[in-house]
């Protein structure tokens, strides 16, 4: 049976900092990600990673300001968040997907297991 289980979530203000991490058991996935879906609006990406390859993929809306990360000894995926803003508030999902060996995808759709999500809440 595969877990992931999300956890760091909270209210923070603006330009504030927070640390998502992602405990995966279960089995280890090469490519995993990261995505949001703020109250009224559809799922959107935000990181993936490829632990294979290091290769990381952004949003352009949190590129420069969110960092994905693996610790491959704890089998965790981390999403450092810096300066953090409003319209960053949603329901944070981690991602893995059994798919791919060496890819780093953005679209939901690719990935097959999903965490039940931590909330994220950024007041002004």
């Known amino acids: 049976q595969v877990y992931l289980v999300e956890s760091g979530g909270g209210l923070v203000q603006a330009g504030d900092s927070l640390t998502l991490s992602c405990a995966t058991s279960?089995?280890?996935?090469?490519?995993m990600g990261w995505f949001r879906q703020a109250a009224g609006r559809t799922r959107e990406f935000v990181a993936a990673?490829?632990?294979?390859?290091?290769?990381?993929n952004y949003a352009d809306s949190v590129k420069g300001r969110f960092t994905i990360s693996r610790d491959n000894a704890k089998n965790t995926l981390n999403l450092e968040m810096n300066s953090l803003k409003p319209e960053d508030t949603a329901v944070y999902y981690c991602a893995a997907s059994s798919y791919y060996n060496r890819l780093v995808v953005e679209s939901e759709h690719q990935y097959n297991y999903w965490g039940q999500g931590t909330q994220v809440t950024v007041s002004s």
């Open positions: 279960g089995r280890t996935f090469s490519t």
């Open positions: 990673h490829n632990k294979n390859t290091g290769r990381t």
